[in-house]
Each structure stands twice: as C-alpha cells, then as structure tokens.
C-alpha cells in the first residue's frame, strides 16, 4: 500500500497527465445538453435549495449553463470565495447584479459587499480533473474543497455532484488519502455515476 508521500507525488503526476488530457478534449453544446439533463433526472432539486457551482477555467464543464435549471427549480446559486489563511471556501449567493473579480487560476470570484449572503450549500458542484469507477476525485491540489467538504459533511448532509466529460474517467482506482473527500455522484454526457462511500 502506498503511503501518503508516494500518493501525493503520483497524484502530482497524474495530475498533469489529466490537464494534459483535458485540453484535447473538443466539448460540444450537445454535451452540456446531455450533462444537463442527466444531472435533472438524477440529482433531486427542491424549491429553496442552494447549489454551488464554480467557475469555470480550463476547460472545465460550463457550471454557468445549468443556472436556468436551477431557476425553473427555485433553487438559489452560490460561487465559492477562496479563504486563504485557512484553504478553505465560503460561499455567496450570486445574483444578475453580483460584481466580480479575477483572483489566483484567472478565476472569477463574487465581489462581497453583504457578509449576509454567505451560506451553507445544499448541494455543491465540485470542478475536478478526473475521478475512478469508486468516486475518487483528482483536483489541482490547492486543497480548498477537501478541507471545505469535510466541514460541510459536519454541518450538513450536503450532495456533492462533479461535472466531467466521458474521458475524464480514470480506468484504475485514483490514489486516495486521509483527506480526500470522494464524490456522491459525476456526471457525464453519457452516464450519472453514483458512489456509496
């Protein structure tokens, strides 16, 4: 069994493989199409419930092209705000007048004007890399949303849902340590994964 040393240098490796691999996928309309909808037939949206997305970069799945979902389902929409003295992430509701600003990985954060309009997130989109058939997710490393899921999963029982294309799926299990929160579900264009861990 690999110890946490080992696994963090070959994370690091696959890592790069990953967005490597990534940047040769060609994504088309049709595939957020089919992502949208899987993602309304598996994953149960009520009136009043808070989802996070992210934003976008590098060719991650477009989060932005599922708010009107989330608008016919009533449900209110967060982005996260980087903490870094402590890795983690707090979340704000976004709305058309929200400003934003670009910090570190050409991400754009909500600029927060109202501490009122952090929340805790029912369900929480989370950008990855690549996952395995057990749900492990490969993400930049930064750490924020191992750290921040963890807490969450104290105060909450919240889902978390990836987004990825069908090549992002890594064949042989993903090393996984202490820290690492797997997913509840990715979806794929072609398929809804769902993980019991």
């Given amino acids: 069994m690999a110890n946490d040393q080992t696994k963090s240098e070959l994370k690091q490796d696959l ?16 595939d ?14 009520d009136a ?8 976008p970069i590098n060719g991650e799945v477009d989060v932005m092209a599922f708010i009107e979902l989330l608008n016919k389902a009533n449900a209110r929409y ?15 509701i976004i709305d058309d007048a929200t400003k ?7 991400i754009q954060e909500p600029v927060i004007e109202d501490s009122k309009l952090c929340v805790i997130p029912d369900i929480v989109i989370v950008p990855l890399l690549a ?9 930049y490393g930064g750490g924020y949303y191992d750290k921040t899921l963890s807490q969450l999963k104290k105060q909450k029982d919240i889902v ?10 890594c064949l042989f299990p993903l090393p996984r340590e202490d820290h690492d929160i797997p997913m509840d ?13």
């Fill in 15 to 30: 890592r790069r493989k990953a967005i490597q691999q990534r940047s040769q996928i060609a994504a088309h309309s049709s």
């Fill in 32 to 45: 957020i199409d089919s992502l949208i909808k899987l993602f309304e037939e598996h994953i149960q949206i």
């Fill in 48 to 55: 009043g419930q808070i989802v996070s997305g992210y934003w």
């Fill in 78 to 92: 967060c982005l996260p705000v980087m903490k870094k003295d402590d890795l983690m992430l707090d979340f704000y």
């Fill in 100 to 106: 934003f600003r670009r910090v570190d990985f050409g």
């Fill in 131 to 139: 996952f395995d058939r057990i749900g492990t997710r490969l993400g």
């Fill in 160 to 169: 978390t849902v990836g987004l990825a294309y069908d090549q992002q799926i």
């Fill in 185 to 197: 579900w990715v979806i794929t264009p072609s398929k809804a994964y769902h993980f019991t861990n």
